[in-house]
Structures are given as C-alpha cells and as structure tokens.
C-alpha cells in the first residue's frame, strides 16, 4: 500500500513563503505522476502543480511564476515551494500520486495565510 505523507504546512503571513513535503513509501520514479492539490473550505480540490516520471511539469494559473515543484529520488521526496502567499492561498494541501491510473493520497497538510 502506497503512503504519502505531507508537512511543512503552517501559519504563514500574507507575502511570506514555505515549502511542503511529501515523502513517499516507495521509489517515486515508479508514479506516472506526482503532484499536489489543495482544497479550501467550500471549494473543489485544484490541481497547484504536478511533475510527472519524465520531468514534465505544470503549476496552475494561479501559482504560476511563484511556485516550485521538485523530487529527490534518493528521499522518495517531492516538495512544493510557495512564495508571495496571500489568504487565497489558505487551503488543505494534499500530495498525490499516480501508478497505473490509481491515484493515492496524503493527509493533507493545512497552510493558513493570515495576519
């Protein structure tokens, strides 16, 4: 059974900047895709950004230009940093992973942006 286990969520002032972690259980080289998504309270879960097993990567509109998807094979590890963070940004923070058209979850790791 694949586990995703996400941190680095927080607290984090409007303009201020962190990044998440998401370790996985297994070789993340053996995911088609990896990527994280986020879900504010009464909104559908969004895409933020994925990088697939071939380097190919995508942010979504609204993290474009002031995010950073990358993975560390040797710590089965992909973290997203996130810069010039506003309350839009506030939501549940999942990381996701794709084998053979099975998608696996985290937990989910909360970021807040407030002052």
């Known amino acids: 059974q694949v586990q995703l286990v996400e941190s680095g969520g927080g607290l984090v002032q409007p303009g201020g900047s962190l990044t998440l972690s998401c370790a996985a259980s297994e070789n993340i080289f053996n995911f088609n895709i990896m990527g994280w998504y986020r879900q504010a309270p009464g909104k559908e879960r969004e895409l933020v950004a994925s990088?697939?097993?071939?380097?190919?990567?995508r942010y979504s509109d609204s993290v474009k230009g002031r995010s950073l998807i990358y993975r560390d094979g040797a710590k089965n590890t992909v973290w997203l940093q996130m810069s010039s963070l506003s309350p839009e940004d506030t939501a549940l923070y999942y990381c996701?992973?794709?084998?053979?058209?099975?998608?696996?979850w985290g937990q989910g790791t909360q970021v807040t942006v407030s002052s």
């Open positions: 996701d992973a794709q084998i053979l058209r099975v998608n696996y």
């Open positions: 990088i697939n097993v071939g380097g190919t990567i």
